[in-house]
């Protein structure tokens, strides 16, 4: 199932680098004007970040990642379309061309940086590592779990910090490898294996997916740091600016006090010169970027400005109350800062 | 003037020589495809390098850095990928071995009990058939691993037989035996018996052959082998001495533990793939013609040996070339353990690995070809099986 999965998307690859030409700045812009939609890859089903509610349609903060992407570029936040992926696909869907940005909660690391042919455009969400763990077990500290056996996603910079942390602890595991962050939650409630380990994030939002989410605790270690952000291919540093600036204007919304609810207003008379650049009203700045002069306004206006969505999907408008913490902006005691629109 | 020497007839011009066409259309059709392959190669390396995707085969030599839950040789996280591959690969080597004995076992009782003249028999054996090849393998990978092995109790309430054994969801854990010192007459009277087992039986057959007289060479050869090695026990005492699982922490340390996951795989594909293998088997004892049987019958052989020495082997040629499909079928089911996380080749190498370097083209290509290298083998064994049994025609 899996393999035939990975098969086509390789065969894609394969038939894309063998037909294609060499990948040009533009050429994915010029591609998803024409086609009248990004097609955007999240993750299969994690609450906070990309999950689809009742309704069937596809919410979280990864997900406003990409709607931003198409407010910018089309004005429309809706023309998206989704593409739910594992995190073994997750790499070579991007490189095949089968989607255009990859957004789901995905590591910035060097060699993903560097040497997969991906290039990441900013950081959506600052997490780290953590263990969530049954309160039966009676354990307190990850330094307790010598012997555990331990449920991870595979294919993530998590099976790596895993064996990275218990080896400086000279501490043993044993690892059980799940495609899906659904089966290793499936599979620490039936017992098979003593601890979930992954983003802390995810921890959260995988506990309230559990039967009985009072049972389960995460432990107060944070073993790594990952950034999670969203990634484009690379050699196309056009599309790169459009995916990296629509994530800075949110950023740079929320610092200066433009909401979904006032951009308007704002954009009619604006409260500082910042904010006249931002919105498009001073200079031509989108027209640098190859977008329209009110990108950003679209944006925030039908996405919102980060801490919006930060609340939204992950903070205290959600199931998840994640606390800003590092996710804060810098000048409120976090390190979300993102570089003047000038 | 007449053309006695040549015997070919029209060896005039070059394109009008049919083997001479041949031959040229050959070697066009041959570099055409080595062109293509050319093409294709080149193209995907430029444009690999163009992306800045790191590509050859380098990425074997690096460290892997993750665990792996069972490898049948000695690995640790600092071990380079190119361990990681063949702690994979034995992994699947593993699920399809057990597999195909099982399954064959199995299979073969199905499909004798078939054909048995018991109704009960008869029809359980059918019921079983049908039921079973007709759901999907994967759904009965995920019946064993979900609803039989899950809902077992945790290491702490573990189910143990004599305190030897001991069965929960992380697994059966039993003892295992290490190599004692001093542990050589053991392995020299178990060599001396098992020559001694070939040579009996080369002899038996030799005996049989001039004089008719038949020899108990199984039992004799037993004897042999349980004996001999047994008296070492008795002088110089147990050649092993056992490695106890103990409850200690989380889980069980020490002994020897089949892990869930493998005993889902292996459960699930023998179960599915001797359903097949039965209906095979009966056919190809249906396929021996009745007249067989009364010959034999009438010749006085017993049911038991009629079916031993007449009908199987005549069934055996109409058997193995679909059993050798069955066999295929099954080693590359067993890719289907990614699943449920079950680490051999597909799960390990080409999902794990892949997607910790990105180099998907290379990482795809060596699981591939693992995969026809573990076929191409099997078939070319059944093949020589294959002729060995053949009816040598006189």
Redesign the interface.
Known sequence: ???VK??L??VT??AV??V?G??QAGATLDAVKKKGFVQCGVSDGLPGFSFTDAKGAYKGIDVDVCHAVAAAVFGDASKVKFSPLT??ER??AL?SGEIDVLSRNTTWTS??D????LVFAGVTYYDGQGFLVNKK?GVNSAKE?????VCIQ???TT??N???Y??TNGMK???????TSD?SA??LE???C?VLTSDQSQLYAQRIKLAQPDEYVVLPEVISKEPLGPAV???DEEWFSIVKWSLFAMLNAEELGVTSKNVDEMAKTPKSPDIGRLLGIDGEYGKDLKLPKDWAVQIIKQVGNYGEVFERNVGAESNLKIKRGLNALWNQGGIQYAPPVR | MQNTGNASPASGSFFTDPRKRAWLFQIVAVVIVVAIGWF?FN??QT??Q?????SGFGFLQNSA?????QHLIDYT??DTYSRVFLVGLLNTLLVSALGIVLATIIGFTLGVARLSPNWLIRRLAGVYIETIRNIPP?LQIFFWY?AVL??LP?PRQSLELGEVFFVN??GLYMPAPVAAPGMWPFWIALLVAVVGSVLLRRWARARQHLTGLPFPVLWCSLGLLILLPGLTVVISGVPFDWDMPVL????F?GGWVVI??LISIVMALSLYTAAFIGETVRSGIQSVSHGQTEAASSLGLRPGLTLRLVIIPQALRVIIPPLTSQYLNLVKNS??A????Y?EM??LF???V?????Q??ET?MITMSVYLAISISISVLMNVYNKRIALIER
């Open positions: 199932m899996k393999m990975t098969t998307a390789i690859t394969a680098l063998g294609s060499f990948a995190a073994k790499f070579t490189q060699s993903r560097a040497g997969m042919g077990l779990l010598d012997g555990a056996t595979a294919g993530t099976e790596l895993l064996s990275d218990f080896r595991y044993t690892p059980i490898t799940y495609d089966e499936k599979s039936a017992g098979r003593d291919r690379r050699g | 294709l193209n995907t444009n690999l163009h992306r800045g995707i790191t850095g993750f665990g792996i839950s996280e600092s994967l979900f899950s809902p945790g969801n992380r200690q922490g989380f889980n340390r869930p996951e890719s289907l990614a699943a449920i996380g680490p597909v799960s080409a999902g794990t892949l997607n910790q370097t990105g998907a083209i795809m």
